[in-house]
Nanobody
Framework: QVQLVESGGGLAQPGGSLRLSCAAS????????MAWYRQAPGNQRELVAA???????DYADSVKGRFTISRDIYKNTVYLQMSSLKPEDTAVYSC???????WGQGTQVTVSS
């Protein structure tokens, strides 16, 4: 069973940056399509970014130009670099391996002054 473990969340000021990491227990998982989702209180979970095996990426309109998804297959890790953070980015961010329906435990991101 593949496991995903997120880290890197925390408190950031508006305009600041954070980098989230999602460590997978198997390298083949990182080479598959991987995605980051987020869910704010009272809201539905939404797709933030995804990266496919060929390296192509997709982003939610709300984060385009501010967030970047990437992966390091040698570290079995997928990253979400978040810049120009806004209070509305506050949410629990979770890593997902869609093909196997596997989720990480989530990491809290809070953007506040």
């Amino acid at each position: 069973q593949v496991q995903l473990v997120e880290s890197g969340g925390g408190l950031a000021q508006p305009g600041g940056s954070l980098r989230l990491s999602c460590a997978a227990s198997r390298r083949t998982s990182v080479m598959d399509t991987m995605a980051w989702y987020r869910q704010a209180p009272g809201n539905q979970r939404e797709l933030v970014a995804a990266i496919r095996p060929n390296g192509s990426t997709d982003y939610a309109d709300s984060v385009k130009g501010r967030f970047t998804i990437s992966r390091d297959i040698y570290k079995n890790t997928v990253y979400l670099q978040m810049s120009s953070l806004k209070p509305e980015d506050t949410a629990v961010y979770s890593c997902n391996l869609p093909r196997m329906g596997i989720w990480g435990q989530g990491t809290q991101v809070t953007v506040s002054s």
